[in-house]
């Protein structure tokens, strides 16, 4: 998978992306725990680097290491940072997380369920995978501007379409954490990646942050 | 006087960060490890008056690896470095007893008012045996 791509990056470059995602979203999670009441137990994040047309089959494999359905939120960004951030969760993380929203989010007491789970991914997806990224860009001194949030369930055709929009002729960067909400017992994955326009861009930006510690 | 310093972080870059925030001209002897359990097993080795350690790591966790180092040693000086700020994160270190917790990234500026805290805390202890 990607062997030509894989000496776009040194081991010492992914080792920085490795602890600025580490940085990034240990950042993220805070900012999440402000706004629910939530835990989040973290772990090492892995950088890989892929052919964009391999994502599809990345992803799926990725996803359902730890279950079966599972529910997207996507977002992309642009600027001197583009790509896109995936929240991966169960299905039914939606409907546990409504649980902890509910003390903070009364409103949504009066939709239907599958609206409330729709808003409460979006809302999840939203903080994570914008604080995550706002703080990959305030270490690496740019900006960038984004989509808003979208929600796609793997069992209908929004999926088969989702996984069918990357650009298979180039390389992306993989930024991948597996999480755990503790109180609620969800087991997620969070990638960001940013495709070859941004590599150049990207590899510079590393060597100016470590810069500062030579 | 802070004469060992052991750095236990499972980025190797996290511990190039770390060490460019010492100041170079107090010569400390450096230790590295980069999970818990080698962190634990160079503690005993080493012997530090001062430990830099991350808490999200493989193998054995900053949790599990401050617990055994203090019960190792009841007046072991660990200084948490970490990304995780979370605010159960943050109880969770300062009940285990920690004595001072960084925010990654590393800054200078911070790493050596922390410096500063740690000889002064040495000496006390020092001066009150």
New interface residues.
Partial sequence: MGDEHEYIFSD?EK??L??IM??????A??DL?DVIDI??E???PDIQVLDVGDIPSYLIERMHFRQKETSIVAQNFWGDFKGSGILVLPNKAGRNLITVLDDDQAGLDTEPIAGQEREVLMEVGNILIGACVGKVCE?LETFVTYTPPRVIHDSGNEYDSFVKSFDPSQAAIIMETVFKFQKVDINGLLFIFTNQEAIEWLRKALHNF?ES?? | MIKKILIIDDSPIARKMLKSCLPKDKGYELCEAADGEEGIRKYLEFVPDLTFMDLTMPKLDGYQAIDAIRKLDKDAIIVVSTADIQRESMSRVINAGVFSVLRKPMKSKFVQEILIRVEAEKKKRAGGE
């Fill in positions: 010492e080792d920085i490795q602890e580490n940085i990034a979203f240990g950042s999670s805070a725990g835990y989040v973290l772990s090492t270490l470590m510690y030579e």
